[in-house]
């Protein structure tokens, strides 16, 4: 099967995670499986398994289509119908409804329920690229990982907790002043700022951790920062919203929305880090995610339509409740 993988951001980015680590491991793991991958995606970027082809966001898709793909799977809206067999992943959660293509799959259960649809694929990844665990190593500090800007992260609430916890909190994606979205300047020493961070110094960072601190105030879509802490032995400490309580079960860490119970957990923390990691290694690697991704194409070109009609998130996007 040619498949061709089309995403509007360049591949390889390894230096924060998200959509394009994705859709690079799931690609290199389908060759693996005997598939021919090739990638539609902005100029600059670069493949040693597949083809690369350069997006013209300008142009109609189909001409832009190889006539041997057997397949196409955007990971956005095209925003246009075709007639050849193709796939749609929504990766995020929508401001206001709109309707998505009828095969359009999403990350989680949750993300699709609230999209009206039951169609889902988890996320996995290249556990193998991620280096080895020290589960011996002496671990003190806790970490908080996402995108410290964007408020719905919550990095306040994150702080918050590690405070009433007394543990030290590494903020892996946010800088101790910010002033885009509302000033933020954090003077406690025990709260340290890494910035974006990626590759040996995340994966180390993340090897040291005794935990994640990750209080988040929307439904998460699915939660990368979750399986990547889970991997290398972290137990969460989390908001139950979105997809968090399909992914962390309760050997994996404690959801809750109040700031007093997930420091009380933070500081009883007694959790089986080896535990954390086989949990995630069984459920999120990335040879199940090719496998179940490679169910919905055999679907999609035996003519099956996904849903009987086009999802629509339910009611608008809105700051999820947090009891600081």
Same mark, same amino acid.
């Given at each position: ?11 390889p ?5 998200g ?19 090739s =990638? ?5 970027s670069r493949?040693? @398994? ?14 832009? *289509?190889?006539?041997? %793909? ?12 075709? +007639?050849? $067999?193709?796939?749609?992943t ?6 206001k409804p709109?309707?998505?293509p ?11 329920t ?18 080895? %665990?020290? @589960?011996?190593?002496?671990r003190?500090? =806790?970490?908080?990982l996402?995108k ?5 992260k919550?990095?306040?609430? &994150? ?7 007394? %543990? ?6 946010g800088?101790? *002043?910010? @002033? ?27 090897n040291?951790?005794?935990?994640? *601190? ?8 699915? +939660?990368?920062?979750?399986i990547?802490?889970? =991997?290398?032995?972290?137990?969460? @400490?989390?908001? $139950?919203?979105?997809?968090? $309580? ?7 860490? #404690?959801l ?21 990691h ?10 199940r ?6 169910? #919905?194409y ?9 849903? &009987?009609?086009?999802? #629509? ?12």
């Amino acid at each position: 099967m040619h498949i061709l993988l089309v995403n509007n951001s360049p591949i390889p980015v390894y230096g924060y995670g998200g959509t394009e680590r994705v859709i690079w491991d799931l690609g290199k793991t389908l060759v693996q499986q005997g598939h021919r991958v090739s =990638y539609l995606v902005p100029e600059g970027s670069r493949c040693d @398994f597949g083809q690369v082809f350069p997006i013209r966001p300008e142009e109609p898709w189909e001409g832009q *289509i190889p006539a041997d %793909v057997d397949i196409t799977h955007f990971q956005f809206n095209p925003r246009s119908e075709m +007639g050849r $067999p193709y796939l749609v992943t929504e990766h995020g959660n929508a401001r206001k409804p709109s309707s998505l293509p009828r095969n359009t799959v999403f990350l989680s259960r949750d993300h699709a329920t609230r999209y009206g649809s039951t169609e889902f694929v988890y996320n996995g990844l290249d556990w193998d690229s991620y280096g080895p %665990v020290d @589960f011996d190593r002496p671990r003190s500090h =806790y970490h908080f990982l996402g995108k410290a800007a964007w408020r719905v992260k919550n990095v306040r609430g &994150a702080i918050r907790v590690a405070k009433l916890a007394g %543990v030290v909190l590494d903020v892996l994606g946010g800088t101790r *002043i910010n @002033f885009k979205r509302g000033f933020r300047w954090t003077l406690s020493r025990k709260i340290h700022f890494h910035g974006m961070v990626g590759g040996a110094q995340k994966t180390g960072l993340l090897n040291a951790s005794r935990g994640l *601190i990750f209080p988040v105030r929307w439904h998460e879509p699915f +939660g990368l920062a979750i399986i990547e802490s889970l =991997y290398f032995g972290c137990p969460v @400490f989390a908001t $139950p919203y979105g997809a968090l $309580p399909e992914l962390v079960p309760v050997h994996c860490g #404690v959801l809750s929305a109040q700031a007093s119970v997930l420091a009380e957990a933070v500081r009883n923390n007694n959790f089986d880090s080896r535990a954390c990691h086989a949990h995630v290694v069984e459920h999120f690697g990335v040879q199940r995610m090719a496998r179940n991704y490679l169910r #919905v194409y055999e679907r999609v070109l035996a003519g099956e339509t996904l849903n &009987a009609k086009p999802p #629509v998130i339910q009611g608008p996007a809105r700051e999820l409740p947090w009891a600081n």
